[in-house]
T-cell receptor, first 113, second 115 residues
C-alpha cells in the first residue's frame, strides 16, 4: 500500500504560468511534509516543507498548501521558469515513523520557454 | 564545503558478485540513510542508521547489508542475494536535531548495473 501518492507522472506548463503539483497521503500519523527537486543523475535537493499545524508555507516562487482533512498537499510554482524543469518528489514523515521519510513516485515537470 | 560523497558514480557488476557502495559525509549528521530509485518510481528506503554502531532495516532491506563504524561513513553492500540490483542508489543524511522535520541531504547517487 503506497502511503504517499503523486498521481500525475508528468506536467507540462508554459514559462511564466503557474505549475501545480499534487500529492496525497493515506497515513494520518504523518505530520511533516517536504518537497524535493531532482535533476537526472543527481541526488534530490530540498525545496520547501510544511508542518501539519500549518496550511500554507511560502518561500519565494514556491508555496506549499496542506489540506489535512483531505490528506492532500500541493506545490505551487509561480511564475514557472525553464530551470524548474525537474522531477519533484513529495515526502512525508511523522513522530512515530522513526525519522524515516516516505516518498511519492515523483512528478516530472517540464516548463516550456 | 560540507556534503555527502558517494562513490563510485557508475558501477558494473556481474551476476553473483557482491559490490560495496561508499557514502561519506562531513556534515556532522548523526542519521544516515540508503535509498533505491527505480525508473518512474519514488525513493524506497533500504537501511538507515541513527547513531554509530546501530542501524535498522528499511522497507526493502533483503539482499543488502550495511555497517556504521564511523559517524562519517555508511557503506552499502549489494549482495548476490539481491535479485534485481540494477538501480540508482542514493545516500542521505540528516541532523539529529531535526530528526523527522529536517530535510535530508543527498549525495549525487551511484548507478549500479548488473551485466
Amino acid at each position: 500500500d503506497q502511503q504517499v501518492k503523486q498521481n500525475s507522472p508528468s506536467l507540462s506548463v508554459q514559462e511564466g504560468r503557474i505549475s501545480i503539483l499534487n500529492c496525497d497521503y493515506t497515513n494520518s500519523m504523518f505530520d511533516y511534509f517536504l518537497w524535493y527537486k531532482k535533476y537526472p543523475a543527481e541526488g534530490p535537493t530540498f525545496l520547501i516543507s510544511i508542518s501539519s499545524i500549518k496550511d500554507k508555507n511560502e518561500d519565494g516562487r514556491f508555496t506549499v498548501f496542506l489540506n489535512k482533512s483531505a490528506k492532500h498537499l500541493s506545490l505551487h510554482i509561480v511564475p514557472s521558469q525553464p530551470g524548474d524543469s525537474a522531477v519533484y518528489f513529495c515526502a512525508a514523515s511523522g513522530r512515530t515513523n522513526a525519522g524515516k521519510s516516505t516518498f511519492g513516485d515523483g512528478t516530472t515537470l517540464t516548463v516550456k520557454p | 564545503d560540507g556534503g555527502i560523497t558517494q562513490s563510485p558514480k557508475y558501477l558494473f557488476r556481474k551476476e553473483g558478485q557482491n559490490v560495496t557502495l561508499s557514502c561519506e559525509q562531513n556534515l556532522n549528521h548523526d542519521a544516515m540513510y540508503w535509498y533505491r530509485q527505480d525508473p518512474g518510481q519514488g525513493l524506497r528506503l533500504i537501511y538507515y542508521s541513527q547513531i554509530v554502531n546501530d542501524f535498522q532495516k528499511g522497507d526493502i532491506a533483503e539482499g543488502y547489508s550495511v555497517s556504521r563504524e564511523k559517524k562519517e561513513s555508511f557503506p552499502l553492500t549489494v549482495t548476490s542475494a539481491q535479485k534485481n540490483p540494477t538501480a540508482f542508489y542514493l545516500c542521505a543524511s540528516r541532523s539529529r536535531g531535526n530528526y523527522y522535520t529536517g530535510e535530508l541531504f543527498f549525495g549525487e547517487g551511484s548507478r549500479l548495473t548488473v551485466l
